[in-house]
């Protein structure tokens, strides 16, 4: 492989695109690792970015070659300190943003039986606990609730399903297809 010699002189800048990827085994940054520890969906994290969530996987990939202006949107769109972005994988998250990704999902999981709750006893119990949760930490107050798998349907969407009809001929056919 051969090198060119290069030569930084004034006016001379360097940029990295998020395209480019090393072809080194060593992680240059930990971005999905502490995305998923703070429990933020990719989608969310696109939302917080201003990005689509393609760009968002692009940039999550650990040979991302990212510009630091990238790495501090990404510090502020998940709260953390810079530094546990930029961290070797075998180290772990410093102690508070382990201890707010903790937080963070205990509050989803209140908000979630809040929210899930059928008995009066058990709503009022899961209000005072996201009241305790708050006022240990106030940002906790816009987390929202664990998501359910797939997205629910109303009863008037299960109507107009069950009024577009499917003729038999058109299902033996279907059949007869496969």
């Given at each position: 492989m051969a090198t060119v010699p290069f030569k930084m002189t004034r006016g001379t800048f360097a940029f990295?695109?998020?395209g480019l990827h090393r072809q080194n085994d060593k992680p240059l940054h930990r971005i999905k690792e502490v995305r998923k520890e703070q429990g933020i969906s990719v989608r969310t994290a696109a939302r917080r970015l201003g990005i689509?969530?393609?760009?968002v996987r692009e940039e999550e990939r650990t040979d991302s070659d990212l510009l630091l202006s990238q790495v501090?949107?990404?510090q502020q769109a998940l709260d953390v300190p810079v530094a546990d972005l930029m961290e070797e994988p075998e180290n772990e998250l410093s102690s508070p943003v382990r201890e707010r990704a903790q937080m963070v999902r205990i509050m989803k999981t209140a908000k979630s039986i809040s929210e899930r709750a059928t008995e009066p006893n058990i709503r009022i119990l899961a209000q005072t606990l996201l009241n305790q949760l708050t006022q240990l930490m106030p940002e906790l107050a816009d987390v929202n609730s664990w998501n359910n798998v797939g997205q629910?349907?109303?009863l008037d969407e299960y109507g107009k399903i069950m009024e577009?009809?499917?003729s038999e001929d058109a299902v033996l056919r279907m059949i007869k297809d496969s």
């Open positions: 990295a695109s998020t689509g969530t393609s760009q501090y949107r990404w629910r349907r109303s577009r009809s499917i």
